[in-house]
């Protein structure tokens, strides 16, 4: 967007940005402050991430100190580094299987260097910007992945909760799981059957005692009762061993095959990328749903690419270190963002306790159980074959995919089951495509041909057959049900159509809902081919289809000449009784419930269920030119609009007698919570032509109501007269007239006396609500945006134009700062 610079008025103050950095050594340092919120919420994540940490790396055969390191290292680098700032990085379930096995074939200071490779794998896909590119990966696969890896953590598990040793891969921990069973230890199993029995019932404590219980975090409330139990019963069972740090093993050189070694990096860092992206997307719908939820204000969206830098640089210095790989972990996010975390220092906190920890409580530490950590391991695999997941693939008929990827990564790996899920994805989606159902049948002495699907050339041979079987000089629908019709298709069904014409036929198309998509075509070239475009545009707009379906989208009722017209004799009756405006309002009203009131049926339906929940207060002309639904492509409760002669924001106390405007504010500000108020003025406007001809008022003559209304607008023609206050300009250039200039300084002004009401004051204070100001010229169809700096209050009166297409990181109704 290009931004026009305002030339200031040499009498204008500079006013300095809260944030600019001091002028000189004098001025005032900026101090690290840390939110209460925060302190609390990284701790509630320590105590999770302790017991997992050391849970993960005994799972992976790595030293325990490697987990330690994983969780300080993803909770510093990663969270002062990454993209998401409620996120919380560290060691994960989902790396257990392929860390092992690499341990299992290379060693661990080789894994240590894989690491290290594969966080600089990271940062290089991360400068190519391809981090979006992973969610194209089917939930399906994704799903598919961590269940495998869940079901292979559990069986693995399994063997040290009996008090054995896990085998090399699945198959082999299946096959010895009877033998284990026959020679189980009394003493591991109790310890294990403690830990799960109270990671389960942790969570359904009853009463207020169970509350109260319940802010301890069932991992750490099972790890510490089962080491409890076991060194008061003085259980024999193999305990936590943290050997000094000064033998702390560092990476070597790889040493192995080059191919193999390719692999492991490949495969770490498909694992953690995906897995941390995706544990992105899901807090930002956390933090999204607690914010609706507390009416407070949201943390900035996850940069995802930032967010895979980040990662990248923690393997780095992870492995560098000697610890596990590193990834976004979804039960330490959640939590995080269930204890109230609002910034990225949380998890920052959080890694700095994980060190303090390592270094003060080793004693501590030595007295766990290695039992109770492979329960609670055990249970963290088995609930990532989610139920709510198999539910979700089922429903979008996409199990197939999920089975084939789970059975590939338990029974063959990682890389391999993600490679087959993709191939039954691709011949999924592909069966999906070709599958077309055509059906032909009579109804009300009408051929009726269904199709179903989506219509490719693969389907033309049964199109073909199927539209020749009807007899010649019959009346036909053909209904498409279905989203895409590739050009072999089209050109079949044109062709036929045209035949069947020709013989004296009759053809209509309709949609998955019945409605027309297109008139009979007689000669479809030069201006009729154009009108049947407009028609499918008009049917995709959800407006004018239907009686009107020639006409472009938003054509005034006046303009329109084509359809289903009423003859002459009856609209002349028609409007002796009700009028033409009343015959035009009322076959609108019919247009809407025969072509778009099927469209829009449910998404209205869902928000009679839910309520409106508007993010923006539109405040605009009554004009009839003004159609905001359109020059903001805004749907139903997207914005809440209040509209009056001249976009007027009386200032408050002085409404004289109407209240309206004022109530809106309120109820928009304090009950609907919205984000942004848009003050939004237009050209030609017939309010301010009206109050640049009114001339000083006469005490003698009563005031009519559209003259007290526009005093509220005569603070507009002050400012615009103003010498303190610069000419409002549009991108770059001075107003055409008078006129003009009244409409652009009246927003300017408008937005300042919204500043008066105390609701949009507080607001604005605490940063959850921003102003914006708007100026449409009708001429032109043009919209343009009120650059202006939100820190010092202050508008630099100078509109800038919206480009046809703006890109995603620029939202459509935000401020255009001049530079």
Known sequence: MTLCTPARTPNRPRVQRPHSPPDGPEGPRRRFRVAGADVSASVAVFL????LSLGIALATGAPLQAGLVAAAVGGIVAGRLGGSPLQVSGPAAGLTVVTAELIQRYGWRTTCAITVLAGLAQLGLAALRVARSALVVSPAIVHGM?????????????????????????????????????????????????????????????????????TVPAALAAVAAATAVAALAGLGVPRVDLPSWSSHALPGLPDGPVLGIAAGVLTITLVTSVQSLLSAVAVDKLVAKRAADTGSGSAPRSRLDRELAGQGAANMVSGALGGLPVAGVAVRSVANVSAGAVSRNSSILHGVWIVLAALFLVPVLDLIPLSALAALVMVVGIQMVSITHIRTVTRHREVLVYVVTLAGVVFVGILEGVGLGIAVAVAVAMQRLARTRIT????????????????TFLAVPRLSRALHQIPAGSDVVVELDGSFMDHAAYETLHDWQNAHLAHGGAVEMTGPHGGRIAEPAEAQTGPAAAAADDARAGVRA????????????????????????????????DEETRGATGHRLVSGIGAFQRDTAPLVRDELARLAREGQRPSQLFLT????????????????????????????????????????????IEYAVEVLRVESITVCGHSGCGAMQALLNSGPEDASVPASPLRRWLRHGRPSLARMASRRHAWARIS????????????????????????????????????????????????????????????????????????????????????????
């Open 542 to 573: 959800g407006a004018h289809t239907g009686a009107h379906s020639c006409c472009r989208p938003w054509t005034p009722w006046r303009n329109h000449q084509c359809g289903e017209q009423l003859p002459a004799e009856e609209v002349a009756e």
């Open 732 to 819: 770059g250039r001075l107003p055409a007239d008078e006129v003009e200039q009244l409409c652009l300084t009246n927003v300017v002004q408008q937005l300042e006396h919204l500043r008066a009401y105390e609701s949009v004051a507080r607001r604005l204070a605490e940063g959850t609500l921003t102003l914006h100001g708007m100026y449409f010229h009708v001429g032109e169809a043009q919209a343009y945006l009120l650059a202006g700096t939100d820190e010092v209050h202050s508008y630099d009166d100078v509109f800038t134009r919206v480009p046809p297409s703006i890109g995603p990181e620029i939202r459509p109704l935000e401020v255009a700062r001049a530079s």
């Open 48 to 51: 999770i991430a302790l017991p």
């Open 146 to 214: 961590l269940a495998g890896i869940g079901v292979t953590i559990a069986l693995a598990q399994l063997h040290i909760v009996l008090g054995g040793s896990p085998q090399s891969s699945t198959v082999d921990n299946a096959l010895g799981l009877p033998a284990q069973l026959a020679d189980a230890s009394a003493a591991a199993l109790v310890v294990s059957g403690l830990t799960i029995a109270l990671l389960l019932l942790w969570p359904r404590l009853p009463g207020r005692t169970g509350r109260l219980l319940r």
């Open 440 to 455: 032909r049948e009579e109804r009300d002495r009408r051929q009726v041909v269904h199709i179903r699907g989506q219509l």
């Open 621 to 664: 002309c009554a004009d009839s030119r003004l159609v905001t639904s359109m020059i903001t492509s805004s749907g139903p409760g997207d914005l809440f609009t209040v509209r009056n002669v001249g976009n007027l924001v009386p200032l408050p106390g002085e409404e004289s007698g109407d209240d309206s405007v004022a109530a809106a």
